[in-house]
């Protein structure tokens, strides 16, 4: 069976068009992931100092949590980087890898793209996370408890992990895999991760809307602008990884080969980061959703139904 998929790969990889487009792509895709990755450091050092600066006894535990988390993804993301391009350098400068074709159905991957490889998982499990928790706080004092609206992303989470630890273990970068389509496992673990990032994104941009009309009918769209604006729902729902990871689904969908595709393919690990990392940010400088926002606006919805309803069975003082 290993044959067959092998050989099955190669007659999709021989052809000198695809050969051609796939490393245009993989190279215009390594430098906008470059730029992508110098916006990382920023914001990892702006919710750095953050951190450090709203320090207090209060919620020190809790900075020293997100400090080293932020701190792990970075990490991470930098190997990420350093793989990508190192594969990069030795394909097109040394010359001393096979070529594209034998590098995707051979095991004897180089130390670089394995790297790339298992980092870009081990980080989608730690930005899937912070997803979740964002979700359950939010969905905090909901008329739906908020277990049960985030049971299903929690499972999806943990199939991720599992899929993910049986991608670790294959002969093939996801990335070959979502080219080729020639092993089942990383391929579905690649599509439940995107799909986990999308129903969590549409999960918290409801939530958020029905809270921001909540509040705009209740007190006026001037209060609590710092939640309920465009911009702070984009983060909050981590909206650039989830749109990025549709536009990939689409183009490779269409066309595996497609150059916005690969190029986009590359780009949705460290848009991931950066969706985590203004999470962080915006819960360091105290402008993020918490419990009692949320259970604020629950308490705002049922204070004005119960205005409504004194209003309208008020007798008509006039009329006597």
């Known amino acids: 069976m290993a044959n067959l998929t092998k050989g099955s790969a190669a007659i999709v990889l021989n052809s000198p068009s695809w050969t051609n487009s796939i490393e245009r792509a993989w190279l215009q895709g390594a430098f906008i992931t470059a730029i992508a990755y110098g916006i990382e450091f920023i914001l990892y050092t702006m919710t750095s100092f953050s951190l450090w ?14 400090i080293f988390y932020t701190s792990l993804i970075f990490t991470l993301s930098t190997l990420y980087i350093a793989g990508l391009f190192e594969f990069l350098q030795e394909s097109f400068i ?14 004897k991957l180089p130390l ?12 989608g499990w730690l930005c899937d996370i912070i997803n979740i928790w964002r979700s359950i706080v939010i969905y905090w004092g ?5 277990w049960l609206v985030n049971l299903v992303p929690s499972l999806l989470y943990l ?4 899929l993910g630890i049986l991608s670790l273990c294959t002969d093939l970068p996801i990335i070959a895999l979502v080219l080729t389509r020639t092993s089942l496992v990383p391929l579905v673990y690649f599509v439940i ?37 465009l911009a702070a729902m984009i983060v909050e729902s981590a909206a650039i990884h989830s749109f990025v990871a549709i536009l990939v689904i689409i183009t490779i969908s269409i066309d595996n080969a497609t150059i916005p595709g690969q190029v986009c393919l590359l780009l949705l690990p460290p848009l ?19 419990r009692d926002t949320c259970e604020s606006a629950e308490k705002l919805s049922t204070l004005r139904f119960t205005a409504e309803s004194v209003t309208v069975e008020q007798p008509d003082s006039t009329s006597t």
Not at 142 to 146: F, G, T
Request: aromatic fraction near 4%; charged fraction near 15%; hydrophobic fraction near 45%.
């Open 193 to 229: 991760s995107l799909s986990l990032n999308i129903l969590i994104t549409t999960l918290l941009a409801l939530r958020l809307l029905v809270c921001r009309t909540r509040i705009a009918q209740v007190l006026g769209r001037a209060h609590g602008a710092q939640y309920t604006n």
């Open 272 to 290: 991931q980061d950066i969706s985590s990392f203004l999470i962080v940010l915006r819960v360091a400088q105290g402008k993020a959703w918490s």
């Open 94 to 107: 040394d010359g001393n890898i096979a070529p594209l074709e034998s590098r995707l159905i051979t095991s």
């Open 53 to 66: 600066k709203s320090w207090s006894p209060l919620n020190r535990r809790r900075n020293l949590i997100f």
């Open 159 to 162: 199939a991720t992990i599992g």
């Open 112 to 123: 670089a793209i394995t790297l790339a490889n298992n980092t870009m998982i081990v980080k």
């Open 142 to 146: 909901c008329r739906i408890p908020s």
